[in-house]
Structure formats: C-alpha cells, structure tokens
C-alpha cells in the first residue's frame, strides 16, 4: 500500500501556507498495534527558509 498526500504548515514569519507531501508506504500490524510509515518531503520548507536569509 502507498498513498501521497500533501499537509500544510503556516510560516511564522509571513504567514505563507507551505505544503509539504508526504508519502505513506506499507502498513503493518502487530499484536494489537497498527504501523504505518509516513515520508515527508521537506524541500519546499528548506526552499521556503532560505528566502528569509540569515536573522
């Protein structure tokens, strides 16, 4: 199983919505406990950061 989806983190210092994907592979379970691994992709936060420069 593989699913991409796509989540939202506001920038604190201009408010921008960032999106963020994320890919979420293979479930599995054990006992009673469900697993599921969630990938994101933080390139478009880097890439966001960087237009702010230095503080």
Do not use: K
């Amino acid at each position: 199983m593989s699913a991409t989806s796509t989540l939202h983190v506001q920038c604190p210092e201009c408010d921008l919505l960032i999106p963020i994907t994320t890919q979420t592979r293979s479930a599995t379970s054990t006992c009673d406990h469900l697993v599921i691994v969630v990938e994101p992709d933080f390139t478009d936060i880097w890439a966001h950061a960087w237009t702010h420069g230095d503080p």
